[in-house]
């Protein structure tokens, strides 16, 4: 399995020696894109994980806790 994916690994170092210069920056900026894109899709079930173990770990409620974690749920999913 290892030398399968050092196999790849050259086939995609051998495929980006190919681009341009123009092309390159696209793949970068498509990569770069891709990558955030799936950080903040995946960011708001992150989050209120986070959250439901905060509440369930403790005996009380308290909605100074809760504040933070919503204002960044809020943020996440407008940007």
Do not use: C, H, W, Y
């Amino acid at each position: 399995m290892n030398t399968a994916f050092s196999e790849i690994l050259l086939g995609v170092k051998r495929s980006i020696g190919l681009l341009s210069q123009k092309e390159k920056r696209r793949l970068f900026a498509a990569t770069f894109l891709m990558l955030i894109t799936g950080i903040l899709a995946n960011g708001p079930a992150v989050i209120l994980g986070r959250l439901v173990d905060q509440l369930v770990g403790g005996n009380v409620i308290q909605f100074d806790a809760v504040i933070p974690f919503i204002l960044l749920l809020s943020v996440v999913i407008l940007v």
